[in-house]
Structure formats: C-alpha cells, structure tokens
C-alpha cells in the first residue's frame, strides 16, 4: 500500500508540475498546492501535494496524516527547517513555513472544514493535535 501511495503521489507531482496545475490541481471543489521540504534525515527535495487554503499573502495546509496517530513527514521536515518551496498553479516560489498558533488553528479550522470535510473525521480518529500550518512566500 505504501508503494501504492508513493506512486500515486509521484505521479500527481509529475502531472501538476507539467500542467502548471492545470492537471491534479484540484480534489474536487478544494484546491492543491505542491509543497517541497528539505528531507531532514536524507537532505534530499520532498515534494508533497496538499489541499490549502488561501491566508492574507499565504496559504494554509494541514499536517492530518488522514488521522493517522503520528505526524506527516513532510510536517516533520518543516519543523526542523521551515524554508520550503510552493509551486500554487503555474507559479514556483520560496516561503518560509511556521505551525499556526492556537488562535490561528481556531479561526481557520472551520475554513479548512468547509473545504474538506474529512479533516473532522481525520481529528476524531486520532489523539494528536493536527496541526495547522501558515506558509508565506519569502
């Protein structure tokens, strides 16, 4: 399953990378960005697509795992070095990404929701807190 997955994900990547977003930019009604972390144990370029939500100059992702009990590698990568990459469409910049505070997670949860209701159920399923992070362009 997991090499499943990682397929699948290489995949999307490729046809979003090639289309500028044209292809595999959306999941239904909730728009895709694709995020790249510096791997912290390899050092290598880890690219993920996330559903996100537009924030003032940034863009908002969530770390959920599907509710799984541990958190996203790529969430992990950003702890330990916040300068990342976003491609959003056609469009490839660097940012900078930071975990929301509490204040934050409680305004744009409902937000993140409403665009992809899982992300309730993805909450109820696991005893972690699944963070919210802010990515803003540097």
Known sequence: MKVLMGAFITLNVWLYRWSGGRLMGKMGAAPILLLTTMG???GR???????YAKEDQGFVVVASLAGAPKHPAWYLNVEANPKVELQVGSQR????ARRSSAEEKARLWPRLVAIYPKYENYQKRTT?????????PA
């Open 40 to 42: 912290r144990k390899s």
């Open 45 to 51: 370029s880890r690219t993920v697509p996330l559903l």
């Open 93 to 96: 910049f660097a940012a900078v």
């Open 128 to 136: 972690r807190e699944i963070p919210l992070v802010i990515v803003t």
